[in-house]
């Protein structure tokens, strides 16, 4: 079944909508992550963490210097007393859990949670989770959490950001560690689907209460900023100024922040980094009166994370990160803290942006395509492409996140949609033309010759074929008698009625010669018999005058008669005039014949006469009578013509 052009653009439309949108979830959901990760790794070459926090990391030089893992909790004791005692570090930051006692070593435990009683600066992870209190007292620890929690956090949402979040419980600390602890921050990072971590989470709705991130409560007690506002989309410090604004993304009860990351020598760690070794035998080498392997002013006025990371059980703590498939987890808090103390975060742009990003960026390529020449709309449109792409490098370049591949992808199905549009628009063209010029031409010598378009030129060949002349008996007189317009509405009339019975029985309309009709049969149409074509052609066309004649005369119309001749034989058939103008026609003795035996109609008061030629090939099909021999104008010898009474065996 042929589908007609509006239809197929009709088609294109809806199949281009619906492999958009297919393309666009895709794009979103496993294109745009990479392309995020490859524009943040670029962004970061320039990106260089706060000399002002330090990462005091248990790595593996520390398990082979100070002996095999599990420590004595007392080691973590000797840590947080060198930097509280012997540097003028800020503060500390601590990227650990405890959960379990140390059954080796009870009494390490008890006297490390005794110290940390005394050491105000110190800020401990804690980890929310989907599981249940298991053997614990629920509302013994939630009240001490919130109590460790120094800061306030203003809910200024819309209600449907408020809903708790999904979590059920958090890290069922050892209680005497959860009564000396001072400040509880959570350490929760949020994995995207593929593995990695972009963001984090800065604010949890836990149970009805607001509680922050490690790095926000540290940034609390750096600024002394204790008040914070949490909007829809932004979660600001409420000083005089509201000089912090987190970009937030507010979603199951949690606002997550962006992570900036920053730029890593090594693909561990983006901040600067000493081993827990170090940091101990300093401690040791002092309370000897030895000279400390490390100098207290790489400390002073820092603040300092403490964590682990190590090849060894429970101690290895590697995240995947757009800047690093093996970045320490540690770093990772220390990177949410500098990111709000300098204001630095990626923001979003919204669903509708990258929903109207990509509709423009196609409709730009698609207009570009349907208007240009294809040479210049393909520079423009790689140029589109580059251009934006220098656009994604410029928004990230100033924090902001858009979608870079899919975009891309849009231009170049823009591209494939519009070329697509174009072949069938000029399709939709190239048939209207040829309807148009149907009007004037044969439309089976149009189809010749746009099926041979490239072939076009003058010449032909000669061909055995019929042609059929047909004449309306005194038109002169008829003319003179009526307005010319009445002349013009019976011919058209007539015209309209014969040309289809023509093209029915395999002939070709070869020209109108003012009242006169010439045609072909047997080319370009091939048939068994074209001369039975044109015979069957003129008894139909008799016919019809007929029907005219009886409504002619009822509409008051002068009677018209016709008169009609036929000759088969050899003639030239194809393109003839000059190379900037051809017209396809038959030139030939049989032509000549045809047109001085419809002349003879006027002669013996005839309707219907063929040729001799014409009679061999349809004698089995006609009663006819024999006129007589006759000369034809041009011809040395007579030729025989006859009547057709009345067709048979057709």
């Known amino acids: 079944m042929k589908i007609s052009q509006k239809n197929s653009l009709i088609l294109l439309a809806f199949s281009s909508v619906l492999i958009l949108l297919i393309v666009y979830i895709m794009g979103i959901t496993i294109f745009e992550p990479k392309s995020y990760n490859f524009l943040v790794k670029i962004a970061t070459q320039n990106a260089k963490a706060s000399d002002d926090i330090l990462l005091v990391v248990i790595d593996d030089k520390s398990l082979h210097q100070l002996g095999r893992w599990p420590w004595k909790r007392t080691r973590y004791s000797e840590i947080f007393e060198y930097i509280t005692k012997y540097t003028q570090a800020k503060q500390i930051g601590y990227d650990a859990i405890i959960v379990a006692p140390d059954t080796d070593n009870p009494t390490a435990d008890k006297q490390f949670y005794k110290d940390i009683k005394e050491i105000d600066s110190l800020s401990a992870g804690v980890g929310f989770t989907n599981n249940n209190f298991k053997n614990i007292d629920e509302k013994y620890y939630e009240k001490l959490l919130f109590k460790k929690n120094s800061i306030y956090i203003e809910d200024k949402r819309s209600k449907k950001n408020k809903i708790p979040s999904g979590y059920k419980s958090f890290s069922t600390f050892q209680k005497e560690y959860l009564n000396n602890i001072k400040n509880l921050g959570a350490v929760n990072t949020s994995m995207d689907n593929d593995g990695y971590i972009r963001k984090i989470e800065q604010v949890i709705n836990y149970k009805g209460r607001l509680y922050p991130s490690l790095g926000l409560l540290m940034y609390s007690k750096h600024t002394g900023i204790k008040h914070f506002v949490l909007t829809d989309k932004y979660l600001l410090a409420k000083n005089n100024d509201y000089s912090l604004r987190i970009p937030v993304t507010n979603e199951s009860g949690i606002a997550y922040s962006n992570i900036y990351f920053y730029k890593t020598d090594d693909n561990l760690y983006s901040h600067q980094k000493i081993s827990a070794s170090d940091v101990i035998k300093s401690l040791e080498a002092i309370k000897k009166g030895e000279k400390p392997i490390l100098n207290s002013e790489l400390f002073k006025d820092k603040i300092v994370f403490v964590g682990a990371n190590a090849n060894a059980q429970a101690l290895l703590d590697v995240k995947r990160t757009p800047v690093s498939d093996t970045f320490s987890g540690v770093d990772i808090q220390a990177t949410n803290l500098d990111n709000i103390i300098n204001n630095e975060f990626y923001r979003n742009t919204s669903q509708l942006y990258n929903i109207l990003n990509v509709v423009l960026v196609f409709i730009i390529a698609f207009v570009l395509v349907c208007t240009l020449p294809i040479p210049i709309a393909i520079l423009s449109c790689a140029c589109l492409m580059f251009m934006y792409l220098i656009f994604a490098f410029f928004m990230f370049s100033n924090k902001i996140a858009i979608n870079l591949i899919l975009p891309e992808i849009f231009i170049l199905f823009a591209i494939g949609c519009a070329y697509l549009y174009r072949y069938l628009l000029e399709g939709r063209k190239k048939e209207k033309i040829q309807s148009a010029m149907g009007k004037y031409l044969s439309k089976d010598v149009m189809k010749s010759v746009v099926d041979n378009i490239d072939s076009v030129k003058l010449g032909g060949k000669r061909a055995n074929v019929t042609v059929l002349f047909a004449d309306i008996r005194g038109f002169t007189s008829i003319s003179e008698k009526i307005s010319a317009e009445e002349v013009t509405r019976i011919l058209n009339e007539y015209f309209t009625a014969i040309v289809p019975i023509i093209e029915k029985n395999n002939g070709i309309l070869n020209k109108f ?112 009578i024999k006129i007589r021999e006759v000369t034809i104008r041009g011809k040395a010898k007579k030729i025989n013509i006859y009547e057709v009474l009345r067709l048979i065996n057709v």
Not at 553 to 569: D, F, H, M, Q, R
């Open 513 to 624: 010669m003012g009242d006169a009709v010439l045609a072909v049969f047997g080319e370009p149409i091939k048939s068994n018999n074209h001369a039975l074509d044109a015979i069957i052609c003129a008894d139909c066309m008799l016919k019809k005058v007929r029907q005219l004649q009886e409504k002619w005369l009822e509409e008051g119309k002068p009677k018209i008669e016709i008169g009609v001749g036929i000759s088969t034989g050899e003639a030239f058939v194809g393109n003839i005039g000059s190379e900037e103008r051809l017209e396809y026609t038959v030139i030939g003795d049989t032509v000549n014949t045809a047109s001085r035996i419809e002349n003879y109609n006027k002669v013996y008061r005839t309707k219907f006469l063929i040729s001799q030629e014409t009679f061999e090939q349809v004698q089995k099909h006609v009663d006819v």
